[in-house]
């Protein structure tokens, strides 16, 4: 069975006050270690996060480099991640790959240096507005997989965490439904193969305590990443319980 996980996409928001607060306020109210939680504050937080999420809650980057080591300023390697105690990290956020240019490619390469370093990678895929209109969701959400796989190969790739975030619904409010996010995870689940039966699939895109228990109930939805929500710790929590509606 999978274990439900929820994970707060804190963006570019927070500060040291906001750290000391938000854990603060998440820990003790968490459901049972049947729900799986996880927070990504903004790189300079991460060692405050692990310091104080106590081990209930798993701490990740949004994103990282693809290098291991060497001449990229401003860039944080997947060593470095796992040197400040992260489980996690994302790769191919739609952010990422909209704002600063991150093909398929450069995803693939992240997501092989992630999981070299013993970091659980979450790969972030979906279509954009324009794409769902032309029909083309589950090809584009099927080359995003392949590229991931060419690079490090299906079995590696089903080790990983997949996070289906329509584009369209991110931070915008619109919500995919629970019907639209089963197809896709569905087939997300079987691009993956025999080995996809135990990835964890999140849904990501506008996710709020209303509408987080009809998602959760689609089967391949295994939790969700919480972006704009989770920056509230009671939405938060309130998300983290609807997820243990569907713990095994
Ligand atoms: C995200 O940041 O991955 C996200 C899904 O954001 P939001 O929940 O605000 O749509």
Known sequence: MR???????????????????????????????????????????????????????????QDLCEHAEGAYTGEVSAAMLADVGCALVVVGHSERRRLYGEDDRRVAAKFAVAQAAGLLPVLCVGETAEERARGETLA????????????????????????????????????????????????IRAA???????????YGGSVNPDNAPALFAAPDVDGALVGGASLD????????????????
């Open 3 to 61: 274990a439900p996980l929820v994970v707060a996409n804190w963006k570019m928001h927070g500060s040291a006050r906001f750290v000391d607060a938000w854990f603060a306020q998440v820990g003790d109210r968490l459901p049972g270690p049947g729900v799986r939680v996880a927070a990504l504050p903004p790189f300079v937080y991460l060692a405050q996060a692990v310091a104080r999420a106590g081990g209930r809650i798993l701490v990740g980057a």
């Open 140 to 187: 584009v959400v099927r080359r995003q997989l392949s590229a991931v796989a060419e690079r490090v190969g299906g079995k590696a790739l089903a080790r990983g965490l997949i996070a289906y975030e329509p584009v369209w619904a991110i931070g915008s409010g619109e919500t995919a439904t629970p019907a639209q996010a089963q197809e896709v995870h569905a087939a």
């Open 192 to 202: 993956l193969g025999p080995a996809g039966e135990r990835t964890t699939i999140l």
């Open 233 to 248: 710790p009671a939405q938060f929590v309130a998300i983290c319980h609807a997820a243990s509606e569907i713990a095994p």
